[in-house]
Structure formats: C-alpha cells, structure tokens
T-cell receptor
Framework: LAKTTQPISMDSYEGQEVNITCSHN???????ITWYQQFPSQGPRFIIQ???TKVTNEVASLFIPADRKSSTLSLPRVSLSDTAVYYC????????????FGAGTRLFVKA | DSGVTQTPKHLITATGQRVTLRCSPR?????VYWYQQSLDQGLQFLIQ???????AKGNILERFSAQQFPDLHSELNLSSLELGDSALYFC???????????????FGPGTRLLVL
C-alpha cells in the first residue's frame, strides 16, 4: 500500500489560491492519485484524479511531478465554503483492495 | 446528491444490541464499500463487496458483518454493540471492478450511530 502524508491543517483567506501537497514516496507504477473533499457530517466527495503532469477540472487542478512521489492539489480563489477536510489517496494494486484515506488536511478559509 | 442512499440517518441504541445499516448504491454501480468514521477520526475502511461477493476487508471487527444482495444493495450488521462503536458509518459505491483506488467512489450521506 502506498502511504500518503499530508499537512494536518492549513489556513487561508477568501480569494486566495490554496495548494495542498501530498507525499506518496512508495507510489506504484499503475497507481493513480485521487483527492476527495469532506464537509462535517457528510460523505467525502470526489474532487480530482490524475496519473502524471497536470489535470484540471472546474473545481481544482492537480500537479504531479515526473517522479510521482508527491502531488499538489490547487484550489483557485477559495471561498468560505471550501472549508473542509481534503484527502489524498493513492491506488492499491495489491491482492486486495483497501482504501486508505489517512488523516487528511483540514483547510480553514477565513473571511 | 451522490445517488447513494443510506438508511437510517440516525440510530440510537444500547450497548449489547444489534443493528443493521442499509445502503443502496448508485444505479449501475457494482461495488459497495463500508467505512467507519469516529469523532475526529479519519475514514476507516471496513469492507468492500463487488457484485455480491466480498472483495476486500479492512479493519472490520468480528462483531461486524456485511453482505451484498442480488439487487446490489448492501447491509452492514453491527452486533454486541459497545460505546466505542458510536460513529458515522458511510457507504460508497463505484461502477467498476473495484481493483484499485483509482475508481471514483460515490459516498452516501451516512448513518450516525449512537450507542448508549
């Protein structure tokens, strides 16, 4: 299983760009990197997924360097409603499938 | 709305009791996953089913069991409940074979269990 490491928490202000980095040194060749967002008392919600270089959707961008040992989730111009926990996941291609969410990063956006 | 439904939304019971949580996956999704999230804890993977068969097990207690029925809905059974079992229980579903975390999982709203 590829373990991930993220900052426990981050603070930001409305309108700023937020970058959350995730380390996954043991990522396997076929693994993808996926980010989820979770609001209090709600289930996680898929944000973005990538394999290499850069992926962008209407919500965020995901930057993955060539060695793929880390990835950065970029949230442009955050608002108060982006206050949530953000989880980085890396695929497990082992004999069984177990989703490891980790502790996530608590992002707090201030006015 | 993710399309995944869970019932009940809230459940209050006593220690030693048994409860059943129900999950209906999104239409067309074959895999169902169960997670436990205690207060201030991350999501703990419990178990996954694919098309009626158990696919993977996480740190699921022996007092807990699950199954997926032919219509693909799933139930999580929690027995001999303890205070520490109080948590949010989430169900998620995905469309594919469930062989890697690259699949997008769609989470339900959760069932909040309180054991007194």
């Amino acid at each position: 299983l590829a373990k991930t490491t993220q900052p426990i928490s981050m603070d930001s202000y409305e309108g700023q760009e937020v970058n959350i980095t995730c380390s996954h040194n043991n990522i396997a060749t076929n693994d993808y990197i996926t980010w989820y967002q979770q609001f209090p008392s709600q289930g996680p919600r898929f944000i973005i997924q990538g394999y290499k270089t850069k992926v962008t959707n209407e919500v965020a961008s995901l930057f993955i360097p060539a060695d793929r040992k880390s990835s950065t989730l970029s949230l442009p111009r955050v608002s108060l409603s982006d206050t949530a926990v953000y989880y980085c996941l890396v695929g497990d291609r082992g004999g069984g499938f177990k989703t490891i969410f980790g502790a996530g990063t608590r992002l707090f956006v201030k006015a | 709305d993710s399309g995944v439904t869970q019932t009940p939304k809230h459940l209050i019971t006593a220690t030693g009791q048994r409860v059943t949580l129900r999950c209906s996956p999104r239409s067309g999704d074959l895999s169902v996953y169960w997670y436990q999230q205690s207060l201030d804890q991350g999501l703990q993977f419990l178990i996954q089913y694919y098309n009626g068969e158990e696919r993977a097990k996480g740190n699921i207690l022996e007092r807990f069991s699950a199954q997926q029925f032919p219509d693909l809905h799933s139930e999580l059974n929690l027995s001999s409940l303890e205070l520490g079992d109080s948590a949010l229980y989430f169900c998620a579903s995905s469309v594919d074979f469930g062989t890697s975390a690259q699949e997008t999982q769609y989470f339900g709203p959760g069932t909040r269990l309180l054991v007194l």
